[in-house]
DNA sequence: TAGATTGTTAATCGATTAACAATC
DNA sequence: TAGATTGTTAATCGATTAACAATC
């Protein structure tokens, strides 16, 4: 249908307007004018109805947006209508507790297995799914078609790991170890770097503090 | 000294300067230019000089960068030459892995407390801390001058709590919660949201598959 | 119909890139 | 000194905001 690129800019404030929309309609409103909604999340009306108008219209004229009709959209294009199947690679602390904690199922990201390179821990199991050692991780991916694989292992070793995945049909990684993964362009990758997160909150609250005092 | 305010799209980039420029001087390489520094990061020469300028002059004309001096500038920019004090509020699944997994105390995060409100975990520990009950936080924070909060609790209660943490003096907050705190502009606060992480990914990967057939 | 609000074009603002003079 | 590379100004590009005509 179309072709043209819609900046990341737009893509990284989706979910944040599929979770107002869902929140709204969980209280039960029906229509929301871009006007109402800019008031509630702190974004120009402009911004909001041009960040949709890259979809097309979801709005009417005078009327504004159905509630619940823009949230399916939004999860629409969000690829939430379809199911993902999930690996995660690396049974750490963070690993484990991603496979407890985030709740993928609900947003139709099927969580099929979990793998590590230490003896001591296969068979443990987390979430009724036994960790699995990461030589298996090449036949499982082509077998069980999975499309997201999820880092969570040391930088040092992500590298080769990320290769594997790739050589096996992955689509995306979700990568938490803190390098930059060197993968084809075909490949999506999204980043989560803890540590630069954390030294950004630094950075500002530092600067504040210098910010009372000049 | 300086007043002019710097664009957070310059301090997102920092962290990922400072982690090439610590692998560089752990390799052992003294100067590097803009240019060979933008081969390595697929960023532009350019905009590596426009935001090292944004800070005033690290480098030197006709020579380049020398790596060691930068990082270190870098890491000041950044705040860590100083040590911050940090709890973590929440010892469930994610909690306790960031506890475990983070390495806070490498770069002067000096992890002083958990708290919880399940009177199942109060004295378990947790990385030799053994987890605190919530009353106990506002005592806590005042006593311990703690700067920052790790906030990873249910979304429906991270509001209350963050009132109470802005009450007793926190300076920060690195929330996990998904939800956008409603706190006073004067206290930082950086969101890791993962599941709108996640749905930029699925996006990506569906436009990417989109993108083969039209 | 009149009022409201979208969709969309135009204007502005800010961030990135290019160019080059300053200088080590 | 000549060559290299920064610091910085100017040009470009893209993203945000404003304005308003289309239309429900």
């Known amino acids: 249908m179309e072709n043209k690129e819609i900046s990341q800019a737009v893509i990284s404030r989706l979910p944040r307007y599929f979770r107002y929309l869902g ?3 969980d209280e039960g409103i029906e229509r929301i004018s871009s006007q109402e909604l800019s008031a509630i999340m702190d974004v120009t009306a402009s911004q909001i109805r041009q960040d949709f108008n890259n979809f097309g219209g979801f709005g009417q004229q005078g ?3 159905k509630v619940e009709y823009l949230y399916e959209e939004i999860g629409k294009i969000l690829g939430l209508d379809r199911t993902h199947n999930l690996i995660i ?3 750490g602390n ?3 507790a991603l496979a407890n904690y985030m709740n993928f199922e609900r947003r139709g990201f099927l969580f099929q297995g979990i793998f590590d390179n230490n003896p001591n821990l296969y068979g443990k199991k987390i979430r009724d799914m036994e960790i699995r050692p990461m030589e298996e991780m090449e036949n499982f991916v ?3 078609n999975i499309d997201i694989a ?3 292992i040391p930088k040092t070793s992500a590298d080769a790991v990320a290769r594997r995945l790739v050589d096996n049909g992955i689509k995306g990684i979700w990568n938490f170890a803190h390098v930059d993964l060197d993968v084809p362009k075909s490949i999506q990758v999204e980043n989560v770097h803890l540590s630069d997160s954390l030294m950004k909150l630094t950075y500002n609250i530092n600067r504040f503090e210098q910010g ?3």
Chains 1, 2 share one sequence.
Do not use: D
């Open 89 to 91: 690679i690396g049974a």
């Open 150 to 152: 999820v880092l969570t």
């Open 212 to 214: 009372c005092y000049s």
């Open 23 to 25: 929140e709204l309609k």
């Open 142 to 144: 082509r077998e069980h």
């Open 63 to 65: 009327y504004g947006y």
């Open 94 to 96: 963070l690993g484990q």
